[in-house]
Nanobody
């Protein structure tokens, strides 16, 4: 059974930083593409960043240069370092894992990030 558990969200002032973690269980990390998505109230869920394998990464346009995604396959964990946070980054952030063999996707429960002074 695949389970994704996010942590690290919270309240931060504009310009501040947060580091999100997503611990995965029930997967073999090398077979999975990992990603972070976010959803603000009234908005569609959008891609924040993904890291299909190794060091190759992709980012949403507004996150480039501010966010960094990384993964530790030995720990089955993916991270999202968020710097220079803005109020518009306020959202629930979700971890996503996609099995490249079957295209089955899994989601975490989400962690709230609030950027406000």
């Amino acid at each position: 059974q695949v389970q994704l558990v996010e942590s690290g969200g919270g309240l931060v002032q504009p310009g501040g930083s947060l580091r999100l973690s997503c611990a995965a269980s029930g997967i073999i990390a090398i077979f999975y593409d990992m990603a972070w998505y976010r959803q603000a109230p009234g908005n569609a869920r959008e891609l924040v960043a993904n890291i299909p394998s190794g060091s190759r990464t992709n980012y949403g346009d507004s996150m480039k240069g501010r966010f960094t995604i990384s993964r530790d396959n030995a720990k089955n964990t993916v991270y999202l370092q968020m710097d220079s946070l803005r109020p518009e980054d306020t959202a629930v952030y979700y971890c996503n894992a996609k099995d490249r063999r079957t295209l089955q996707q899994y989601w975490g429960q989400g962690t709230q990030v609030t950027v406000s002074s």
